[in-house]
């Protein structure tokens, strides 16, 4: 192949996706170029997308100011080396773009993975930047290819916000709502607190009408609420608001309802990406970003190097094993196929028991 095609999307108009081809770059010293062969699209890098200038996930594969290429997780071939330790043919997992092909400069290089130290990344946040070697897996990830693309980084930031709220006794909650509850890392969140082994948190789910028979059907929390219902919630329950939705209403209403109740607030995602964001007063605590790669690091520093990633592959693993049965994987292939489907993503059109996965070759 003699061309690199990326679908880009326009930064400021997320439902607005073009087709680019451009001649195939060559890797320069210390460079490797790889064939992006499938990833997954989920409401996950619709949150990439909308906190992209934010956090900076814009940066990561840079094109334009106008114009953006969303990250996505998924594996990869290497088709040119011109890096020490890495060999054409060898094969990938990690962070890539709606892309064809990429570029990386390997750094840090081990028997398991390596970083992209590229410059333009190095002030990113360092989670993003580490790539598996695909070889050195273990049998059990191994035999888990769409799923770890699918649910492993969502599951992951459920792990990590199980343990943040562990870590912090909760809160003093006795109830967690999860916002958006149909979603993948609200599944993961749900799956922890529900199976751990000292449950003490009821488990609520708040979700649309329209999604509240599969969320259900998950058969992981106490009860389901609806948006519509969240002024039914028993008042004087000290409550963690843990919301993927992003949704200023959805928070607003809690707020308004619960009050001095609201003992946590943070937001994880914004799968109602195009909603108005919370900006107000509000009586109970504070609504606040969660930064993943934040607890992290802490729990580096706790555990040590390595660790934390360690247990929340294994936490990815397990609660994976439990949700591929619940969803029906979509194989696409081609750039048109890679637009459609993220037009559909945007506009809320892709059924929450779908997992989709893309080629764009």
């Given at each position: 192949?003699?061309?690199?095609?990326?679908?880009?999307?326009?930064?400021?108009?997320?439902?607005?996706?073009?087709?680019?081809?451009?001649?195939?770059?060559?890797?320069?010293?210390?460079?490797?170029?790889?064939?992006?062969?499938?990833?997954?699209?989920?409401?996950?890098?619709?949150?990439?997308?909308?906190?992209?200038?934010?956090?900076?996930?814009?940066?990561?594969?840079?094109?334009?100011?106008?114009?953006?290429?969303?990250?996505?997780?998924?594996?990869?071939?290497?088709?040119?080396?011109?890096?020490?330790?890495?060999?054409?043919?060898?094969?990938?997992?990690?962070?890539?773009?709606?892309?064809?092909?990429?570029?990386?400069?390997?750094?840090?290089?081990?028997?398991?993975?390596?970083?992209?130290?590229?410059?333009?990344?190095?002030?990113?946040?360092?989670?993003?930047?580490?790539?598996?070697?695909?070889?050195a897996d273990p049998p059990e990830i191994a035999a888990m290819g769409d799923e770890r693309c699918l649910f492993f980084p969502l599951f992951a930031t459920s792990y990590i916000l199980a343990d943040y709220l562990e870590d912090n006794a909760n809160f003093g909650a006795?109830?967690?709502?999860?916002?958006?509850?149909?979603?993948?890392?609200?599944?993961?969140?749900?799956?922890?607190?529900?199976?751990?082994?000292?449950?003490?948190?009821?488990?609520?789910?708040?979700?649309?009408?329209?999604?509240?028979?599969?969320?259900?059907?998950?058969?992981?929390?106490?009860?389901?609420?609806?948006?519509?219902?969240?002024?039914?919630?028993?008042?004087?329950?000290?409550?963690?608001?843990?919301?993927?939705?992003?949704?200023?209403?959805?928070?607003?209403?809690?707020?308004?309802?619960?009050?001095?109740?609201?003992?946590?607030?943070?937001?994880?995602?914004?799968?109602?990406?195009?909603?108005?964001?919370?900006?107000?007063?509000?009586?109970?605590?504070?609504?606040?970003?969660?930064?993943?790669?934040?607890?992290?690091?802490?729990?580096?520093?706790?555990?040590?190097?390595?660790?934390?990633?360690?247990?929340?592959?294994?936490?990815?693993?397990?609660?994976?094993?439990?949700?591929?049965?619940?969803?029906?994987?979509?194989?696409?292939?081609?750039?048109?196929?890679?637009?459609?489907?993220?037009?559909?993503?945007?506009?809320?059109?892709?059924?929450?028991?779908?997992?989709?996965?893309?080629?764009?070759?």
């Amino acid at each position: 192949m003699t061309d690199l095609i990326q679908i880009q999307v326009g930064r400021k108009a997320l439902r607005t996706a073009r087709i680019e081809t451009l001649g195939l770059p060559v890797p320069a010293e210390g460079e490797v170029l790889v064939a992006i062969d499938r990833f997954a699209l989920t409401a996950n890098n619709i949150s990439y997308a909308v906190t992209g200038d934010v956090i900076g996930y814009w940066g990561f594969f840079p094109v334009d100011a106008e114009w953006g290429l969303v990250p996505v997780w998924g594996y990869g071939t290497v088709v040119a080396a011109n890096a020490a330790g890495l060999a054409v043919g060898e094969r990938l997992y990690g962070f890539f773009p709606m892309a064809s092909h990429v570029v990386l400069q390997p750094g840090k290089v081990t028997d398991g993975s390596f970083v992209d130290v590229a410059a333009h990344r190095r002030a990113l946040p360092g989670l993003y930047n580490l790539y598996s070697r695909v070889a050195a897996d273990p049998p059990e990830i191994a035999a888990m290819g769409d799923e770890r693309c699918l649910f492993f980084p969502l599951f992951a930031t459920s792990y990590i916000l199980a343990d943040y709220l562990e870590d912090n006794a909760n809160f003093g909650a006795t109830r967690v709502l999860i916002g958006s509850a149909s979603s993948k890392t609200a599944f993961g969140l749900a799956w922890l607190l529900a199976k751990a082994a000292d449950k003490t948190l009821e488990v609520v789910g708040l979700t649309s009408p329209g999604n509240a028979a599969f969320t259900e059907s998950l058969a992981l929390y106490d009860r389901v609420v609806t948006y519509d219902q969240i002024d039914a919630l028993e008042t004087g329950v000290p409550t963690a608001l843990v919301d993927m939705s992003g949704s200023g209403a959805v928070i607003g209403a809690v707020d308004d309802h619960l009050g001095e109740d609201v003992v946590l607030s943070t937001i994880v995602g914004a799968t109602h990406w195009d909603a108005r964001r919370h900006k107000g007063e509000t009586r109970g605590a504070t609504p606040t970003f969660f930064f993943a790669p934040a607890q992290f690091g802490k729990r580096e520093q706790d555990w040590g190097p390595g660790v934390v990633m360690r247990r929340a592959q294994e936490a990815s693993a397990r609660i994976a094993a439990d949700a591929r049965t619940l969803l029906d994987v979509r194989h696409d292939r081609g750039p048109e196929a890679v637009r459609d489907a993220w037009v559909e993503m945007v506009e809320g059109r892709t059924p929450p028991s779908i997992g989709v996965m893309l080629s764009v070759v």
